[in-house]
């Protein structure tokens, strides 16, 4: 691969061809930034993961049924790997119609020419199309008990997957899928003394359950005079966290994490550590969302957050304006995908109009 | 990376400084041919797989006891990560202190820089180390019942990890652990109508009880009238058969099988399907074992097989020296790993120095 990031072509004095677009894709607010990078050879990679904390009714809108919210990592990296779902007789979208952000990862990376890598962190059910794991576990409802108690193993099986990638790429995206995964973020971010409130896929935020489930778990914390990051991570966290911290570690290309307020989590616990924070890519609806307050949690981690406005509202798809409203809003890393393309030189109307024909061929 | 193939450098008039290295390899006999490629960007993968004809007493030398045999993909393939083995109380070595090839491959990966990536086809235990999973199953005794039940969807499987490798890496060595494999290979090889006798991790190859699984094995192949080569592999191959075949599908770099008559089974079948042949690189040490005949069959198939003569007899080091009188031999993509070095430009010297102080480092 021989791409090199258009961007900077934004310092020198000629600004022609695609350059043009992509001045005009910041002048139209696609990107709130651009981010200072270059590179040659991209990757993406989505983590998945569970916690149980998504099987308590109310927490998570990612899935039909709380049982089902389980299955909805496998499904969406089977969507953006094979292009359907045929391993389960679901459809891609949200009962009310609002198309799985999958679909939007999926579009983009098929516009970049992209192969997606998925790793496994620890699922309930056995994916159905390749994954690189780690052999981790479901995390546990630190309600009640440990979350992640192989955290620190998880970490180091991170850290060889950010040597393995470093040899493969000089750009990581790095997506999430795990449902009920705001509200681990939510008693990560707390525990670690940040006035944190998350995101949610619901348009209404379930606030009321998790912070019933937030004071349950600082209880705990406290009362165990838990207070090193890793260990907070342990009590609280999913698996996901673990993997993202170690790759994080180690990945020696230029590293944007793609998601909201989770991945505010995973910079927090980074931060803690004393480790250099990678970029935060996210979307408007994410930043829009009034119930959280994800700008202020990012300044006061002191973490870079890039926000990415698709201009779902008007794009003539009903599914795709309730974002705009505050359903899903981000998710299997939607926006650092879209992100990715406008990196690669592919202009909003673009962006827009692929995501438009991939969410029309599923409904 | 900015390697490219040294190799090339003598089609051309000056041969000079690591060109002139290259030829005395060539002089020396460490590699029997040089493959004519060109790449910037290696990747070693090694596929792990189990079957359970390795627990059958005296079929594999691969392991302490014939359950054991089980365990060793992934204890090579924690030693190659890691550079020790820590998960379980054992040596790298086999009970006659012949060196694992696992720690020869290691040596060549540090002296690559290179970083392997292992892909989990089909394992009785959990890995210590993150693989690319295509979440297999252990290979069944295919004397009593259907060894590769899921062949189809592991070559899809494979098919998808050859579409990722695609982005990553231009050159691709292809190894693999899996205990019992020269067995699966000999039905495979038979089953398609090969005259063909495979190598052996022992030194007195137990040519009876393979020749009688053999026998049984084809019983039921011609009972069940059994002639598609993927419903042959099905019948009574390995999981890393149908991941390997896969990949060999869809990679769109230069693609080279590391390992002896196991990787000719698999060419074996790649030919039945009508597809193109990659390169297969073993060691001398197999194309020396009387009891096989690797020469011969490599011919029928029309793969081109390249030999690594790394000379283990003057090294010093007596569990090496035993490779020359036909123990282990092979193994984990070794031949392949050493073929590697050689085209990235390191001497023979500068190898067989590498194994010798790597191998040491464990005894």
Chains 1, 2 share one sequence.
């Not at 003539?316 to 998710?331: D, F, Q, S």
């Amino acid at each position: 691969m021989t791409i090199i990031s258009l961007w900077i072509v934004l310092t020198s004095d000629t600004l022609k061809g695609k350059g043009d677009e992509i001045l005009e894709s910041i002048i139209m607010g696609f990107l709130s930034e651009v981010p200072e990078i270059t590179f040659t050879n991209p990757l993406f990679c989505g983590i998945l993961g569970n916690t149980l904390l998504s099987t308590i009714p109310g927490v998570s809108g990612a899935g039909a049924t709380p049982e089902k919210t389980l299955l909805t990592p496998i499904l969406d990296a089977e969507l953006i790997t094979r292009g359907a779902i045929t391993s389960h007789p679901v459809r891609p979208d949200t009962p009310t119609g609002c198309p799985t952000p999958a679909s939007i990862t999926r579009a983009m990376l098929q516009l970049c020419g992209l192969q997606p890598l998925f790793i496994n962190a620890g699922l309930r059910h056995t994916p159905t199309v390749p994954c690189l794991d780690v052999y981790g576990n479901v995390g546990e409802d630190p309600r009640f008990r440990t979350a992640v108690p192989n955290a620190y193993d998880l970490v180091k099986k991170g850290e060889i997957i950010g040597k393995i990638l470093s040899d493969r790429s000089d750009l990581l995206i790095l997506g999430e899928c795990v449902p009920g995964g705001t509200t681990t973020a939510l008693c990560i971010m707390r525990a670690l003394g940040y006035e944190a409130s998350v995101s949610s896929s619901f348009v209404n935020n379930p606030i009321s359950i998790k912070e019933e489930i937030c004071r349950t778990v600082l209880e705990r914390i406290k009362a165990d005079v838990i207070t090193s990051p890793l260990d907070i991570l342990r009590y609280t966290g999913d698996p996901m966290m673990p993997v993202a911290i170690g790759i994080s570690n180690t990945y020696l290309g230029k590293l944007i994490l793609a998601g909201g307020t989770q991945m505010l989590a995973v910079s927090a616990v980074i931060k803690a550590l004393g480790c250099s924070l990678p970029y935060v890519v996210t979307t408007s609806y994410v930043r829009d969302d009034p119930s959280a307050n994800v700008r202020q949690i990012a300044d006061q981690i002191g973490v870079k957050i890039i926000f990415v406005d698709p201009g779902f509202g008007d794009l003539g798809h009903a599914g795709l304006a309730r974002y705009c409203i505050g359903e899903v809003k981000e998710g299997m890393g939607a926006g650092g995908a879209m992100c990715l393309a406008a990196l690669l030189g592919h202009s909003p109307a673009e962006i827009r109009e692929k995501i438009l024909v991939a969410v029309n061929a599923y409904c």
